[in-house]
Each structure stands twice: as structure tokens, then as C-alpha cells.
């Protein structure tokens, strides 16, 4: 694991490298924007297609949708809590249950998963975020961030911003393809796994590219501190304790747990830049929760191979 978070956290140096060096004068925002597109309307539907076509869905994936859910929900009660303590302003409260909340799930989860489990990984940090986390962020999220915010932004209705997602119509298919039990051709399945292999490099770089260090400031420190204790701590220790009640094992169980350990996710900054969150802050608790990620994550991988009940 540790082997595998060091390739990983040299990937998004690189990406962090390249919004400081701006090569061919391309700049951060720029060049993540074509990435994340690309990643975003070809590369990951072509993943979900390939791995959802093919995975075994059951009662398997019911749990680790429900342990999805069920973290996110925690998290956000979890962080209103904490800010009845210290009291931020409205902007920064919305900023910071998002940010504690939702885990970057595909960025970081899905390409760590992939290395440490291969397929089956892949699997489950796709029904994590399309079966969970995903319909609860463009639900509740969005209410989170309209209520908070000090823009109303554009009034798209749940449903209809659930399925603008393209990923999410990729996963339909696969899945009644999958139910169905229409064998996915090898031609395609060649292709498909073409196309899947360069999501996890591009979602590494644009995370880098994503990442900044000119937004702390010292008065969001117990914001930032609320943040990273709820996502990186208490969240994986409610889904280690759903997973172990549901008597989910191997690498479902510990997918899980590992995905609901992941940092804050990097879609947040769309909607705090939408609604009027407080940006800043998110932007910091995104960098801060994913440079001690990179310890953190180690350590959850360790416990849970300790874990015999998850074997």
C-alpha cells in the first residue's frame, strides 16, 4: 500500500508541478478542465460500462450503496454538530459538510482501489459513487449548498441533474446488460478496457492540478480541523462499523471502508464556486485532507488486513 500511495502522490506532484511550471503556457484551471472533460464524458462511462457490464451485482452491491449513503448522511450530521461549537459563518458551514462528507471517491478512490484490488476494486469505487454517494450529493448536497449559500444558482431539478451525468447512464446500461445476461463481446471489452486504462493517470494529474496552497488562512483552522477528523477518521470508523454489522468480507468490505477514508472531494469546488460557499476554505480542506491522506490511508489499509471478521 504505502508502495502504491508513493506512486500516487508523485503523480499528483507532477500535477501540482505543472500549475507552478504552467508548460506551453497552459495554466491549472485550463489544462484540468480538458482532462476532467475528457475523463468526464468518454473515459469514465467507458470504465463503468466495462467494469459494471461485468461485475457481480447482488445483494453485494445493495450493502455498499447502502454503507455509502449512510457515511455521507453521518458526515453531515457529524459536521452540523461540530459547527454549533465553532460557530463559522454560513458559507464556511456549507463548505465544510460538503467537504467532510463526500469523499473523493473517483479521483483517489478509484484509481487506488484499482491498484490495490484490480478489477473487483474498480468495482466497488464505482458502486460506491453512482449507487450512494453521487444521487445523495446532486439530492441533499445541492440542497446543502442552496441553502448555505448566498446564490440560488441554476434551479435544476434532482432527477434532472442525476441523469446529465453521463456516467450514470453508462451504469444503467451496464447493469440491465449485466441482469440480462447478454456476455459483453471480447472486441469491445478490449476497447473499453483501452479506453478505461487512462482514467486513472488523468484523474491522478488533475487532482494535483486542483490542489492549491494559497487559500489557508489562520481563522479556518478549526474548520479545517473539524473537516479532516470527521472524513478522514470518523466517517471510515461509521463504515467499518456498517460493514462489519452486514457481515460484508473481502474486498467489498474493505473497498468500502477504504473509499469512505478518501479526502474531500474535488467536484465540491464547483458547487461552493455556484452557490457562494465559502471557496477558499473548501479549496484548503481538499489539499489539506489529501496530503494527510496520503498517511491516513496506509494506516486504514493496515488495520482492516488486521481485521480477520472482514477476511
Known amino acids: ?109 478509484l484509481p487506488i482501489l484499482d491498484r490495490l484490488f484490480g478489477e473487483a476494486g474498480r468495482a466497488v469505487a464505482i458502486q460506491y459513487d453512482l449507487f450512494g454517494a453521487l444521487p445523495l450529493l446532486l439530492t441533499v448536497g445541492v440542497v446543502i449548498a442552496r441553502h448555505y449559500g448566498d446564490r440560488a444558482g441554476e434551479p435544476v431539478g434532482p432527477l434532472r441533474g442525476l441523469f446529465a451525468v453521463p456516467s450514470i447512464w453508462a451504469a444503467i446500461l451496464a447493469v440491465t446488460l449485466n441482469l440480462s445476461g447478454i456476455a459483453i463481446p471480447s472486441w469491445l471489452d478490449e476497447w473499453l478496457g483501452f479506453l478505461g486504462h487512462s482514467v486513472t493517470p488523468l484523474m491522478l494529474f488533475s487532482l494535483g492540478l486542483a490542489l492549491v496552497f494559497d487559500r489557508f488562512r489562520w481563522q479556518d483552522t478549526p474548520a479545517l480541523a473539524t473537516v479532516t477528523v470527521v472524513q478522514l477518521i470518523l466517517a471510515p470508523l461509521v463504515a467499518l462499523s456498517l460493514v462489519v454489522g452486514l457481515g460484508m468480507q473481502g474486498v467489498p468490505a474493505m473497498g468500502t471502508v477504504l473509499e469512505a477514508a478518501m479526502p474531500a472531494m474535488v467536484l465540491g469546488l464547483v458547487f461552493a464556486d455556484r452557490f457562494g460557499l465559502d471557496t477558499g476554505l473548501y479549496a484548503a480542506a481538499v489539499t489539506l485532507t489529501t496530503a494527510i491522506s496520503l498517511v491516513t490511508l496506509p494506516l486504514w489499509f493496515a488495520l482492516l488486513q488486521t481485521l480477520t471478521v472482514l477476511q
Open 1 to 109: 500500500m504505502l508502495g502504491i500511495m508513493t506512486q500516487m502522490g508523485a503523480l499528483i506532484v507532477c500535477g501540482v508541478a505543472w500549475s507552478r511550471l504552467r508548460p506551453g503556457g497552459l495554466g491549472a484551471d485550463e489544462t484540468r478542465r480538458v482532462l476532467t472533460t475528457l475523463v468526464y464524458y468518454l473515459l469514465l462511462p467507458a470504465l463503468v460500462l466495462k467494469v459494471l457490464w461485468a461485475a457481480p451485482l447482488g445483494m453485494v452491491s445493495v450493502q455498499i450503496a447502502l454503507v455509502a449513503a449512510v457515511t455521507v448522511l453521518a458526515g453531515l450530521a457529524l459536521t452540523a454538530l461540530a459547527c454549533r461549537v465553532c460557530q463559522p459563518s454560513r458559507a464556511a458551514i456549507g463548505a465544510m459538510m460538503l467537504a467532510a462528507a463526500w469523499p473523493n471517491a473517483v479521483y483517489l478512490g
